[in-house]
């Protein structure tokens, strides 16, 4: 690899780390960290883990989170870290620039670098690699199969076709929206084959016996990542089972059976316009243009040597995989990485091209300052997403995610519960609407004795209850004034918590606060 190449990716890589890696902690868990979260928990501790069928995912993100685990040093459940468990989608948000080398004679290098910029200041991979959840470790290991495959294509040696097979291992076990990929995939390369025979009267196959025990290779090697993962290290021997019976329930959330149903242009209006009445305006045209760009200079065959039918390829692939999830009624906005991702490989080599077409040296000193405009201005919003606007419905990649003030409610409860001689042995009873109180479970790890419920229990009574302000419970009036309402705090938009106290314990905790002097004594 080129020096140059090297250095302009050391700088995309230190782009990224400086747009993902600060004030990982600041933001509030969204529900489903806070659930994987959780679940982490019952892996790092001991108590095991086990393949869920109907819900979380896959089971490599938790595996993978624990080696950061380990390194963190915290001893418990309350010492483990947001910073700690969002440092694993940083980790493989970063390993997307790094595998990049990978597709050279795909991209080119310009195309290369271009590439890792445009994921280095993407504000929807920004954002979404700072969140606990599987999506990157998705896209990550679609690539290293992208990888892989288009490497043994140039060799013909199995070991890319074995790295090919663990990169499929790794999306096999990591979400089971992978089969959108395969398909998209698939269609990619059926139509890059047909389009070459129709444009050059070839089928863009070498004519030499296809070596089959290379695939039986590359399919150990998705085993040997998935299986393990699966199965728990073996001691969970159902998983693989499961892996596969998954499907029902979550075709029937894809067909409509869920509250995550938006409309076709849910996707494409995120990520390219995006305009709230009084916020900013979000758009990532500028890779959807480069991507175009670089996707018809690839199919009239304005890109030199086999880098065109790479960038034929990744162009399909990010059409098929647009369609697929634009058609299907389930949504929900982190979802778009998949296909975003394979836009910002197609604009690598359209910006790429691009510069190519700029033969006087002036002429490309302009195209490339105007191309790093429009990439200054996808990290200004990238930083805007992460940072200042990042728990703020203005922000499009923003989904029912949990108001900073929930962070309010569980400091509250730790102070109220401090006054008591064993603060974690506080009871508290926490009542959602149909179990939705997450990501309080999570918040709370630190007491011993809580207890959550979908409808208010028959005995509410305990030294603090946090209910959904949804039940008109009225637990101050009901119990003659003997607890109390202290607080009314906000969940996500639409959703509260009120927050009741004991008389008694309330007095305690108002007696531990430093007394205010009058204005008049001082």
Known sequence: MNRWLTLGLLLAAALALALRLPRLDQRPLHTDESVHAYKFLGLWEGRGYQYDPHEYHGPSLYYATLPLAWLSGARDAASLSETTLRLTPVVFGVGLI????????????????????????????????????????????????????????????????????????????????????????????????????????????????????????????????????????????????????????????????????????????????????????????????????????????????????????????????????????????????????????????????????????????????????????????????AFPLAADQRNPWVYAHTSPDLLRLVGQVSQIAAARPQAADTVIKVVGRGGDYWPLPWYLRSFRQVGFYSEIPDDPWAPMMIVNSRFDAELDERSGRKWLMVGLFQHRPNVFFELYVELELWKRYLETRPRQRDEEDE
């Open 98 to 385: 790094a595998l990049l080398p990978l597709l050279s004679g795909g991209l080119g290098r310009g195309g290369i670098w271009w590439a890792g910029l445009l994921t280095a200041v993407s504000p929807a991979f920004v954002y979404y690699s700072r969140y606990f959840i599987h999506e990157l470790l998705l896209v990550f290991g679609t690539l290293l199969l992208v990888a892989g495959a288009w490497r043994w294509v140039q060799t013909r040696r199995w070991p890319w076709m074995a790295l090919a097979g663990a990169g499929l291992g790794l999306m096999y076990a990591t979400k089971e929206t992978f089969v959108f990929n395969l398909a998209a995939l698939g269609m990619a390369v059926g139509l890059t084959m047909a389009w070459a025979h129709w444009r050059e009267g070839s089928l863009w196959w070498p004519a030499e016996k296809r070596p089959w025990g290379h695939l039986v290779i590359g399919l150990a090697a998705a085993l040997a990542i998935s299986i393990p993962l699966f199965t728990s290290f073996f001691t969970h021997l159902r998983g693989p089972l499961d892996s596969v019976l998954t499907y029902q329930p979550w075709i029937s959330r894809a067909g409509g059976s869920s509250p995550h149903i938006h409309p076709w242009t849910f996707y494409l209006e995120r990520l390219f316009w995006f305009h709230p009445a009084k916020g900013p305006l979000w758009t990532e045209l500028l890779v959807l243009g480069l991507g175009l760009g670089g996707f018809g200079a690839a199919l009239l065959g304005r890109i030199a040597g086999g880098a065109v039918v790479f960038v034929r390829f990744i162009g399909f692939y990010a059409l098929g995989l647009t369609l697929v999830y634009t058609v299907i009624p389930y949504k929900t906005p982190w979802c778009v990485l998949g296909f975003h991702h394979a836009w910002i490989l197609s604009a690598g080599a359209g910006a790429a091209w691009l510069a190519s077409l700029s033969k006087p040296f002036w002429l490309r000193t302009v195209m490339a300052a105007a191309l790093l405009v429009g990439t200054g201005h996808l990290g200004v919003q990238a930083w805007r997403a």
